[in-house]
């Protein structure tokens, strides 16, 4: 019994330290995005999910990577950290965080691929990257998906 709790413990505390860290990699890569573009003051707001700035020089290209930089920095940093995954470390929150960080940010890929089609058939909400994304770049969204 003991292991099982344990184990609950360790995959909620995974879960929620993963919805965390994804959130702050989301909004750094829209930040990112906005240094790049010569943004200044930048604020990041983990609780809001919000990154905010003054200024910067931004056109539909860079726009567009903004809204998309956002799903993608996270995507490519946990991507890439499988590559120093070793199947051989026996530590249950080792395991853990490569399989829940891992999941979220692989789940947060099917946005960008089940809303650009449903965007045919339907409007989206317009606070969401993807639906951003799609405004700005005008991309089809047979594309984008």
């Not at 995005?33 to 860079?62: D, E, Q």
Request: proline share 3%; net charge positive.
């Amino acid at each position: 019994m003991a292991y099982k709790l344990k184990f609950a413990f360790a995959a909620f505390g995974m879960a929620f330290a993963s919805l965390v860290m994804y959130v702050l990699l989301h909004e750094s890569g829209h930040a990112l995005v906005g240094v790049l573009c010569g943004a200044s003051n930048i604020r990041i707001s983990i609780i809001s999910a919000h990154t905010s700035w003054c200024g910067g020089s931004f056109n539909a290209i860079t726009d567009s990577l903004c809204h998309a930089a956002g799903s993608a920095l996270p995507v490519c940093i946990s991507w890439g950290a499988m590559i120093f995954y070793s199947k051989s470390r026996k530590s249950l929150v080792y395991q853990m965080t490569y399989v829940v960080f891992f999941a979220v940010t692989t789940v947060s890929v099917l946005s960008w691929v089940f809303l650009p089609v449903y965007s045919m058939y339907a409007p989206l909400p317009q606070t969401d990257d993807v639906t951003k994304f799609l405004n700005t770049s005008g991309i089809s969204p047979v594309l984008v998906s």
